[in-house]
């Protein structure tokens, strides 16, 4: 079974512009949730999605904003991008039901600010 | 904001020797994960820790989670080049309806020299 796909892998923009990423959890689950990744440092929260609702949002400005479609997948977007953004973003997927099932990470897109 | 602290941020060992690493929290969660991370690629959940006292072992992995549910350890024994990663541990905050968002540490970077 695939895992949790995300895309692209690699991304380099300019200040000030706007980016995509793009992410399919695994097949059944229905929460999605996205990560930021500093380089060395741990993820930090930015949005959790479930059945196409917003469940949570960290502390992250309005520049950032996601979506779940029909299909669960999850798209974040990112305006007027600074040099601070860059990092790796990071998707998980969730099944629902029992209590703290694990989540389940993609590989990240990893985006370049220049 | 719920903080968790991890040390030491770095370790180096040789081949065969033991080695703890420490996560440390001012607040209560309902549980605790701990992941690995290795370059390139996600983090991958090795444990979830539930209960106060709580030890959970995972081959030559140990994981215990505080009486007081605020703080963990992971003691590795007799480590191993392919130990070599980051090791991030995750306070799990739930927000209903199956779905829970994490607030990971900054993760230990550890390599096992052979």
């Known amino acids: 079974d695939a895992g949790v796909t995300q895309s692209p892998t690699h991304l380099i923009k300019t200040r000030g512009q706007q980016v995509t990423l793009r992410c399919s959890p695994i097949?059944?689950?229905?929460?999605v949730s996205w990560y930021q990744q500093v380089l060395g440092q741990g993820p930090q929260f930015i949005f959790q999605y479930y059945e196409k609702e917003e469940r949570g949002r960290g502390n992250f400005p309005d520049r950032f904003s996601a979506r779940q479609f029909p299909n669960y997948s999850s798209e974040l977007n990112v305006n007027a991008l600074l040099l601070g953004d860059s990092a790796l973003y990071l998707c998980a997927s969730s099944g629902q039901g029992e209590r703290n099932q694990p989540q389940h990470f993609g590989d990240g897109t990893r985006l370049s600010i220049l | 904001t719920q903080l968790l602290e991890q040390s030491p941020q770095f370790l180096s060992i040789q081949e065969g020797e033991n080695l703890t690493v420490y996560c440390n929290s001012s607040?209560?969660?309902?549980?605790l994960q701990w992941y690995r991370q290795e370059p390139g690629e996600g983090p991958v959940l090795l444990v979830t820790?539930?209960?106060?006292?709580e030890v959970k072992k995972l081959k030559r992995l140990t994981f215990q989670f505080g009486d007081a549910r605020k703080d963990s350890s992971l003691h590795i024994t007799a480590a191993q080049p392919g130990d070599t990663g980051l090791y991030l541990c995750?306070?799990?905050?739930?927000?209903?309806?199956?779905?829970?968002?994490?607030?990971f540490g900054k993760g230990t970077k550890l390599s096992v020299i052979p």
């Open positions: 097949s059944g689950h229905k929460s």
């Open positions: 607040s209560v969660f309902s549980s």
């Open positions: 820790v539930v209960t106060g006292g």
């Open positions: 995750a306070g799990v905050i739930n927000s209903g309806a199956g779905s829970y968002q994490l607030t």
